[in-house]
């Protein structure tokens, strides 16, 4: 039996702005996977960090991937974000973090590795996020009976 893809077959459910931001934010995240792979091959990163950069992005990105509401728009028949205040403070945070990044990070690693490590947990937010938003539309869209 093959693997559903429930996205592709349902994608004209989902609003095209976000569509568009789901792309672009794995596009940013395959972009730092290949600048950290380059960190790592030479040898500036050695893959244990590189690796925990990316489960600690995951973990922020899914958390920010809350910062845009998911709902049914009853007349366009799609999946809509918003910013609602959850979010807002979500972003507000997370604006935070980036700010403080670098100075966080070199608490935990050599100067020479903080950007390196930086592009591993900037993938792993931005993968997160993709996933954390994947999943909440999937979730939608079992609520609606659409898959």
Same mark, same amino acid.
């Given at each position: 039996m093959p693997k559903r893809k429930p996205l592709r077959k349902h994608g004209h459910h989902v609003d095209k702005k976000l569509k568009f931001r789901l792309r672009l934010y794995a596009l940013i995240s395959f972009v730092m996977l290949g600048i950290a792979l380059y960190e790592i091959f /030479?040898? /500036?990163?050695? @893959?244990i960090f590189a690796i925990l950069g990316i489960f600690v992005g995951l973990f922020i990105g899914i958390i920010t991937a809350r910062m845009r509401h998911l709902s049914w728009d009853h007349d366009?028949?799609?999946?809509?974000?918003r910013l609602d205040v959850v979010g807002v403070i979500? @972003?507000?945070?997370?604006? =935070?973090f980036v700010i403080i990044r670098s100075r966080l990070i070199g608490i935990f690693v050599a100067a020479p590795m903080v950007g390196a490590v930086g592009f591993s947990i900037t993938a792993g937010v931005m @993968?997160?996020?993709? @996933? =954390?938003t994947r999943n909440a539309i999937i979730e939608i869209l079992k609520q609606r009976?659409? /898959?």
């Open positions: /030479i040898n /500036i990163l050695p @893959l366009a028949k799609q999946i809509v974000s979500i @972003l507000v945070f997370y604006m =935070g @993968l997160g996020r993709v @996933l =954390g009976e659409i /898959i």
